[in-house]
C-alpha cells in the first residue's frame, strides 16, 4: 500500500523553477529521512537528494548541487523539493520515498524541461 503521493510537476522552460511536493498519509514518515528520487526515458530511478527526520540534509546528486534543495515540514507530513534553474536533463519522472529501504513507489510526478 502507498502512502506517498507526489505533485508539482509540470513543465519548465530551461532556467525555470519548480516545486515538487510529497505528502505522507502516514505520521510514521516524520521519523524517516526521506529522499527524492527520478527517473528519466530509458534510465534507472537516481537518488536526487535525501533529508534527515530533523531536516538536516543527507544527500545531493552532483548534477543538482546548488540548484535544488530539499526540506520537509513534519507538522504537515510533507517533504518538497524546490528546484531553480532547471535544465533539459532534469526532465524525468520524480518520486518521494523511504532514504533507506524505499518502500512501495507512488506514481510520481513529471517534470519536463524544454530548452
Known amino acids: 500500500q502507498v502512502h506517498l503521493v507526489e505533485s508539482g510537476g509540470g513543465l519548465a522552460q530551461a532556467g525555470g523553477s519548480l516545486t515538487l511536493s510529497c505528502v505522507a498519509s502516514r505520521s510514521t514518515y516524520r521519523i524517516m529521512a526521506m529522499g527524492w528520487y527520478r527517473q528519466a526515458p530509458g534510465k534507472q530511478r537516481e537518488l536526487v537528494a535525501a533529508?534527515?527526520?530533523?531536516?538536516?540534509?543527507?544527500y545531493y546528486l552532483d548534477s543538482v548541487m546548488g540548484r535544488f534543495a530539499i526540506s520537509r515540514d513534519n507538522a504537515k507530513n510533507t517533504v518538497y523539493l524546490q528546484m531553480n534553474r532547471l535544465k533539459p536533463e532534469d526532465t524525468a519522472v520524480y518520486y518521494c520515498?523511504?532514504?533507506?529501504?524505499?518502500?512501495?513507489w507512488g506514481k510520481g510526478t513529471l517534470v519536463t524541461v524544454s530548452s
Open positions: 533529508v534527515r527526520p530533523d531536516g538536516g540534509i543527507i
Open positions: 520515498n523511504k532514504y533507506v529501504n524505499p518502500g512501495d
